[in-house]
Structure formats: structure tokens, C-alpha cells
């Protein structure tokens, strides 16, 4: 049966946009559909003495489970050079499931939806892109209710080419 998952792209080393393009491509190996969302530069969050982030959101039809979706989202971070240091610390690659059709888990490494989501412009502005009105499965507002309850930040997302 397939499912929807969202997830999370993030990356500041080396040409983050290549590094979102590659993993968007390793998808497809367990993808049936991939829909994704515009490309952003954003500011760092946490720790800030660190380049800009490139984010983007992708809808994937996938026949795995969120655990084994997990892995291989893991696999793919690994394979693309990344290196887990500190929190919010510089990346060349992250994936986050955000979603996972309309369940909720809380069996560690796998936690959905993200905690967190709610709370970050760089999660729900491309998230809002790709499903305006899928809603949240605990809080039940929409992605672009949740988007609009966040304060003003303009000056912290741009958008900008998938090259």
C-alpha cells in the first residue's frame, strides 16, 4: 500500500543545492512519485556563526514503512557526506520525515509528525508550497494556517532556483 511522507531537505556545505538535488534523485530509488516543493536560503537557526541553509520539502508515494523510510533517508544522508557532530551543527546533508500520511508515532528514531515542525518558517513556508491544506494530525490546523500563525519573517527566507 503506499503512503504519503514528507520530508525535509536541508543542507549548508559545500553546493547545498546539489547536495538537496542528489538527494532527491537517491529518492527515486524508493519513490513511486516525488513532488517537491521550491528551493529556499535560509538563515541558520541554533547555532548561527554558520553559512545559510538551502531547504525544500518533498512529497513522496513510498511503499515503505516509516522506519525503513528512516533508514534509508539516514543511508542517503550518510552516502552524500554527512557527519553527525552537534546539534544544529554545519551539514552537508539533512532529511527529516515530517509527515507520514496522517500518523502519529513516538517510537524513537522515528517521531512524527517532527516535533518542532510547527515552529519553523523554513519547514512550512516549501511545505505550504506542496499541501497548503494538509493538516497537522495532532493539532489539526492546516500547513498554511500553521504558516500564518508564525511572526513576520520575511527577511529570513528567499527563494531560489533548483539548479
Same mark, same amino acid.
Given at each position: 500500500?503506499?503512503?504519503?511522507?514528507?520530508?525535509?531537505?536541508?543542507?549548508?556545505?559545500?553546493?547545498?543545492?546539489?547536495?538537496?538535488?542528489?538527494?532527491?534523485?537517491?529518492?527515486?530509488?524508493?519513490?513511486?512519485?516525488? $513532488?517537491?516543493?521550491?528551493?529556499?536560503?535560509?538563515?541558520?537557526?541554533?547555532?548561527?556563526?554558520?553559512?545559510?541553509?538551502?531547504?525544500?520539502?518533498?512529497?513522496?508515494?513510498?511503499?515503505?514503512?516509516?522506519?525503513?523510510?528512516?533508514?534509508?533517508?539516514?543511508?542517503?544522508?550518510?552516502?552524500?557526506?554527512?557527519?553527525?557532530?552537534?546539534?544544529?551543527?554545519? $551539514?552537508?546533508?539533512?532529511?527529516?520525515?515530517?509527515?507520514?500520511?496522517?500518523?502519529?508515532?513516538?517510537?524513537?528514531?522515528?517521531?512524527?509528525?517532527?516535533?518542532?515542525m510547527s515552529e519553523r518558517l523554513f519547514v512550512l513556508k516549501p511545505l505550504?508550497?506542496?499541501?497548503?491544506?494538509?493538516?497537522?494530525?495532532?493539532?489539526?490546523?492546516?500547513?498554511?494556517?500553521?504558516? $500564518?500563525?508564525?511572526?513576520?519573517?520575511?527577511?529570513?527566507?528567499?527563494?531560489?532556483?533548483?539548479?
Amino acid at each position: 500500500m503506499l503512503s504519503e511522507a514528507y520530508i525535509g531537505l536541508g543542507s549548508n556545505l559545500g553546493d547545498s543545492a546539489g547536495n538537496l538535488h542528489a538527494a532527491v534523485d537517491m529518492m527515486r530509488e524508493f519513490a513511486v512519485d516525488i $513532488r517537491q516543493s521550491p528551493m529556499y536560503r535560509t538563515a541558520p537557526q541554533g547555532f548561527s556563526n554558520q553559512p545559510p541553509f538551502y531547504n525544500a520539502v518533498c512529497c513522496v508515494a513510498t511503499v515503505l514503512t516509516p522506519y525503513e523510510l528512516m533508514d534509508r533517508l539516514l543511508q542517503i544522508e550518510s552516502e552524500l557526506g554527512r557527519h553527525r557532530t552537534f546539534r544544529n551543527a554545519p $551539514r552537508f546533508l539533512d532529511l527529516d520525515i515530517l509527515l507520514f500520511g496522517p500518523r502519529v508515532l513516538n517510537t524513537p528514531p522515528v517521531i512524527l509528525p517532527h516535533p518542532g515542525m510547527s515552529e519553523r518558517l523554513f519547514v512550512l513556508k516549501p511545505l505550504a508550497d506542496i499541501a497548503p491544506h494538509l493538516k497537522h494530525p495532532v493539532n489539526g490546523l492546516t500547513i498554511a494556517e500553521m504558516l $500564518r500563525s508564525l511572526p513576520a519573517q520575511s527577511d529570513a527566507i528567499e527563494q531560489v532556483e533548483w539548479r
